[in-house]
């Protein structure tokens, strides 16, 4: 259902110009503004960006930028985070129900009644939750930078990881930390299967596999190489194999193509050959609504004071111990 393509609320075919990339040009003069984009969404997206990046990368970027406007090519939490970092600018986010399977598993009414049954325990919530959740944290993480921030806590406190069980798991294999972890998980990453993976390196052997740790474990042990989308993108450009399987969203395929011509990327397939393995809500962003957003100035992103708030300091502790 979330992949119905629905017309923005402000879109009649007169208003959409046939030259949709000068119009957003134009537009991003006009606003003073700043297009960011997550690998995830589609190539026409990517291509226009002024800045394409990780959920790290994109909240550092929002961080610092001198843009009057954040148009957000992504997920819901990822221009919230903006919009938390950014209170006096607007921030604009082609659909407003482009949400997140993992932020949707961490409703905060439960979350706050799992987090009050382990009193003094330091709070890790990935970046893929709601701003309700990350002011209920102590510090907030991404993919690429989970293990080193758990690291970095006091080996002498109990530690609250959430949302996402899969990440949870990865992070405490590599710090050998023991973290209670809340059961969310990503709709996407958990579709790849370990028999398909496996049957496709069976069918393309010197291929290496690379994953995204939001997979489950059965599949990330079959990886060559695990970290986020940023660490997939150079470790392909890096490494000295030609032809690798990827386990992440497809959408990463194409900047691997731009940045390794001539080697080869096989995206993982979904458990039953579905198009699952894209997201659905990233694919809810279209240029068509990016323009549309740009024009009439919304849909907006608006973000209650005291969330807010509460909200940032985590973030920026999160800002401050990567590197
Ligand atoms: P990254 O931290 O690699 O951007 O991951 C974001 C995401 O949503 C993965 O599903
Ligand atoms: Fe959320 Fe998964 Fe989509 Fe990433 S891929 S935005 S975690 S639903």
């Not at 209170?87 to 799992?114: H, I, M, R, W």
């Not at 496709?200 to 970290?227: D, F, M, Q, W």
């Not at 992103?301 to 401050?320: C, D, F, V």
């Amino acid at each position: 259902m979330l992949t119905t393509i629905r017309p923005h609320p402000y879109s009649q075919s007169n208003q959409i110009p046939n030259d949709l990339l000068t119009a957003i040009s134009q537009l991003k003069k006009e606003l003073n503004a700043v297009i960011l984009a997550h690998y995830y969404q589609d190539p026409d997206i990517q291509d226009i960006a002024d800045f394409l990046g990780d959920s790290l990368s994109l909240s550092q970027q929002a961080a610092n930028t001198n843009a009057d406007v954040i148009v957000f090519a992504g997920v819901h939490f990822m221009a919230e985070t903006a919009k938390i970092l950014n209170p006096n600018k607007l921030v604009l986010l082609p659909d407003l129900e482009a949400g997140c399977s993992l932020a949707d598993s961490c409703p905060p009414n439960t979350f706050a009644q799992f987090k009050a049954q382990y009193p003094n325990c330091i709070v890790v919530s990935y970046i893929n939750c709601t701003a309700a959740i990350k002011a209920m944290s102590d510090i907030i993480c991404t993919s690429s930078n989970a293990v080193k921030i758990v690291e970095q806590l006091p080996k002498n406190r109990s530690i609250i990881f959430a949302p996402d069980r899969n990440l949870g798991k990865y992070v405490m294999k590599q710090t050998g930390r023991k973290l209670i972890l809340w059961q969310g998980s990503c709709i996407v990453h958990e579709t790849f299967a370990e028999k398909k993976i496996v049957q496709l390196k069976i069918k393309y052997p010197l291929a290496e596999i690379i994953a995204h740790p939001e997979c489950e474990t059965s599949v990330l042990r079959h990886a060559n190489y695990i970290g986020s989308t940023t660490a997939l993108l150079k470790y392909c450009q890096q490494s000295l194999s030609t032809e690798f399987i990827v386990a992440t969203e497809p959408g990463i395929i194409h900047q691997m193509k731009k940045l390794a011509p001539m080697k080869h990327f096989i995206p993982a397939p979904a458990i039953n050959n579905c198009a699952c393995n894209e997201c659905p809500y990233m694919r809810l962003n279209t240029l068509e609504k990016l323009y549309l957003a740009m024009k009439f100035k919304q849909p907006e992103i608006t973000i209650n004071e005291s969330i807010r708030i509460a909200a940032l300091g985590p973030i920026q502790k999160m800002l401050e111990l990567s590197f």
